[in-house]
Nanobody, 116 residues
């Protein structure tokens, strides 16, 4: 059973930065794509960014230019660098490994709180 484990969340002031990590127990290339999602209190889970196996990326407009996804193939880890954080970025951030329609694996999430 593949496991995804997120880390790196925490409390940061507006304008600050955090880097989230998603460690995959198997190979990240087992997945067609690796994604980050987030869920704020009282809201639905929303898409943040996707990195395909090819390396191509797709960002939500709300984070474009501030967040960057990357991966370390040797460590089977995907990262989310978050800069210029805003209070509205406060959410639980989830990593997802996507194998195809209806076939995916999720991590347990890591809390990010942006507040002064």
């Amino acid at each position: 059973q593949v496991q995804l484990v997120e880390s790196g969340g925490g409390l940061v002031q507006p304008g600050g930065s955090l880097r989230l990590s998603c460690a995959v127990s198997g190979s990240i290339f087992s997945f067609i794509a690796m994604d980050w999602y987030r869920q704020a209190p009282g809201k639905q889970r929303e898409f943040v960014v996707q990195m395909a196996k090819s390396g191509s990326t797709n960002y939500a407009n709300s984070v474009k230019g501030r967040f960057t996804i990357s991966r370390d193939n040797n460590k089977n880890t995907v990262y989310l660098q978050m800069n210029r954080l805003k209070p509205e970025d406060t959410a639980v951030y989830y990593c997802r490994g996507w194998l195809g329609p209806g076939d995916d694996f999720w991590g347990q999430g890591t809390q990010v709180t942006v507040s002064s």
